[in-house]
């Protein structure tokens, strides 16, 4: 057995403790073993090189409960399943607008009642990853949703996971939702990662989605926050079946830390991802986005194309690595990390990889970071756009690039409200 | 209207325009013509204002007063429009987006109403028909992917909406077909008026037949060596630039 000395991971274990007697001991149990025996990560573990997510984690506050009479703004036309406070409420979620063949319940259920079935979809072990907090997140799990469609349903209006953190309090809140989608069904679930105080909270919160054969997914991921104290860690494990398509856009607007973290497999022939996405920083926040991508089948597709715009002394993170296993031929990859920084104090890291076990295969992946273009900047204001104006115009367009694909208007012009509301939040 | 005086203007450590000297009438068409490299470009930069293009000498007054140390946007408000030699693509913006951007920030720098959506549509509609610019291009971002004619129109465009007291074409007959030079000819021409000034930088006597300057100036490493009408056109493309170079030689 290894000691656990730090205060934070002695905390992690009496939250354990309690989290086991809510059942499925077994899954928490194998998480535990596998979080305690490395304990919270340095940054010697090359995957959280450039996030000191020990440091940030040193002090978790006692965990999360759920609170009555909170009033949380809709933002989106959606059906939506609110998870408060590490608890999934159906009295803020319309349950009853969910349309004929799909299916919700809480996780906090599912994990008392046990059914391996059910257990297995949760730990989703087939997507391998050994991160550590992913780990934690199995261990100690409060609540969360699991979304289940139908084969062969599609459907239409939009459902909304918001996962939102309300307490003035400290405290630190373990959620794990779950999309589950039958052969050939379709839908747009739309993932919010809200914070409605400015109290020290630690959000370790995970989404699995699981696509079956022809399965088609679109996600919209929000995520916002109040606080430099806000500490957020949001995991995506997606498992892709045969001919799946998961199409994915997100929306992170720094504040405190966070870590959003995709780790897909492409476990079908000809299955498709595509994980776009924009991220505003500012003040000290500190955003980093890691994913890996694994083609384990042949003739899959994977593309990434993200945007990051750093001002101030931020700090944003990319890393992004392609596996392709050997047998995946015909696997065609393009992964793309651009970045403008707007500040001389912010700091971008780019670390593009790939690992490539197939020899008949095209994968590529490129990464920038520079200035606004000077060009591009004149050109504007020798038209009497004021340079503050200028500069928006371009940074908007340059953070809508990464949305190119989004079909849904509705999404499409919330991000550039809300691209256009940061932009004139800027200080300087 | 544009008063220049002794100018010279170092990009880095060159210096590219030495003692210019140059004045241009309201209602005036002025042509300058020079070999390649002479700082016509660069001369048009600073009148309007880039950043590293800066005078170490002399003044450049618009109508009495001293533009140099106002920015690029606020010279625009003043009426100083650059059609650039090479337009700049931005993909990111959408080329309605910026129109109206630009024509409003003007408006409201003078003090003038912003334009109403519909009466700011109409103005777009009606001069594009005018210089050939389809709908289809007014929806992509801005000059991305446009052919260098195209670009060229899109700048004549901005030139018919913004309404410039000063007008400075660089270089807008390159890459334009014989009927396009014909339309942007046309729409220059078209806002020729008593209290507007145009420079026309050019390296072909065709444009100075579909718009006749009122004078023609020989631009050679960095100043105005000669001044003329419209037959100095004529003369510098038979003889060429030689006796301008060796001039400077001597
Ligand atoms: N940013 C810069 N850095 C270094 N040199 C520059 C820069 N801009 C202009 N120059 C130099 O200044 C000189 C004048 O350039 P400019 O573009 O003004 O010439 P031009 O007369 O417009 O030429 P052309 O007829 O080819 O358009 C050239 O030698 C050019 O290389
Ligand atoms: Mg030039």
């Known amino acids: 057995m290894v000691k656990l000395a730090s205060e934070a991971e002695a905390a992690f274990s009496s939250f354990y403790e309690e989290m086991k007697t809510k059942g499925a001991t077994g899954l928490r149990s194998a998480a535990w073993d596998a979080f305690s025996s490395k304990g919270l990560p340095n940054r010697r573990v090359e995957s959280w090189h450039y996030t000191d997510i020990k440091a940030a984690m040193s002090k978790p506050a006692p965990l999360a409960i759920g609170r009555a009479g909170v009033e949380t703004a809709r933002t989106h036309d959606s059906i939506r399943l609110v998870v408060l406070d590490g608890i999934f409420r159906p009295d803020l979620s319309n349950l009853s607008a969910l349309p004929e063949g799909v299916k919700v319940q809480s996780v906090r259920d599912a994990l008392a009642q046990g059914t391996p079935g059910v257990m297995a979809l949760i730990a989703s072990a087939d997507v391998q990853t050994d991160d550590a907090l992913l780990s934690l997140n199995a261990a100690l799990m409060q609540d969360g949703v699991i979304l289940r469609v139908g084969g062969g349903v599609t459907v239409e209006q939009p459902i909304e996971l918001a996962s939102i953190t309300s307490s003035d309090e400290a405290q630190s809140s373990f959620t794990r939702s779950l999309v589950i989608m039958g052969k050939d069904a379709r839908a747009t679930v739309i993932e919010t990662a809200g914070a409605l105080s400015a109290a020290s909270i630690q959000d370790n919160q995970a989404l699995i989605v699981r696509l079956a054969q022809g399965a088609s997914l679109n996600l919209f991921s929000h995520a916002t926050g109040q606080s430099e104290a806000l500490v957020r860690v949001m995991s995506l494990v997606a498992h892709l079946d045969e001919r799946a398509t998961l199409s994915a856009y997100s929306l992170i607007e720094g504040a405190g830390l966070l870590r959003r973290q995709i780790f897909a497999r492409l476990d079908g022939e000809r299955a498709r991802v595509a994980f776009n996405g924009a991220t505003l920083a500012r003040g000290r926040s500190h955003a980093d986005t890691t994913l890996i991508v694994d083609h384990a089948k042949p003739n899959g597709e994977s593309r990434e194309r993200f945007r990051n715009i750093l001002d101030d002394t931020s700090v944003g993170v990319f890393q992004g690595k392609i596996i392709v296993r050997p047998g995946a031929q015909k696997t065609d990859g393009v992964m793309q990390s651009k970045t403008v920084l707007i500040s001389d104090s912010a700091t971008m890291n780019n670390k593009p990889e790939l690992e490539i076990f197939a020899d008949d295969v095209q994968c590529g992946h490129g990464a920038t970071c520079g200035r606004l273009d000077k060009d591009q900047l004149f050109y504007l204001t020798a038209r009497g756009i004021p340079r503050k104006e200028a500069e928006s115009l371009l940074i908007e367009g340059f953070a809508i690039e990464a949305f190119d694909g989004l079909e849904n208007e509705a999404l499409r012009n919330f991000v550039s409200e809300r691209v256009t509301k940061w932009m004139s939040g800027r200080t300087a | ?250």
């Open chain 2, 1 to 250: 209207m544009l008063e220049i005086k002794d100018l010279h203007v170092s990009v880095g450590e060159r210096e590219i325009l030495k003692g210019l000297t140059l004045s241009v009438k309201a209602g005036e068409v002025a042509a300058i013509m020079g070999p390649n490299g002479t700082g016509k470009s660069t001369l048009s930069y600073v009148i309007s204002g880039r950043e590293g293009y800066e005078a170490t000498q002399g003044e450049v007054r618009l109508n009495g007063e001293n533009i140099l140390d106002l920015d690029p946007a606020e010279r625009a408000a003043k009426g100083i429009f650059l059609a650039f030699q090479y337009p700049v693509e931005i993909p990111g913006v959408a080329t309605m987006t910026f129109l109206k951007a630009a024509m409003n920030a003007q408006r409201r720098a003078r003090g003038e109403e912003e334009l109403a959506t519909p009466d700011f549509m109409k103005r777009v509609k009606d001069a594009s028909a005018q210089l050939g610019v389809s709908q289809e291009m007014l929806r992509r971002p801005l000059n991305a992917g446009f052919s260098g004619g195209e670009k060229k129109r899109m700048e004549i465009l901005q030139m018919a909406l913004l309404q410039p007291r000063l007008a400075i074409l660089d270089e807008t007959d390159s890459g334009l077909d014989i009927d396009a030079l014909r339309v942007v000819a046309d729409g220059v021409n078209a806002l020729r008026a008593p209290e507007r000034a145009f420079v026309v930088i050019t390296h072909y006597q065709r444009l100075l037949e579909y718009i006749r300057p009122d004078t023609v100036h020989v631009m050679a490493q960095g100043r105005i060596m000669r001044s003329g009408g419209p037959e100095l056109a004529l003369e510098l493309e038979e003889r060429g630039y030689q006796d301008y170079i060796a001039q400077e030689a001597a």
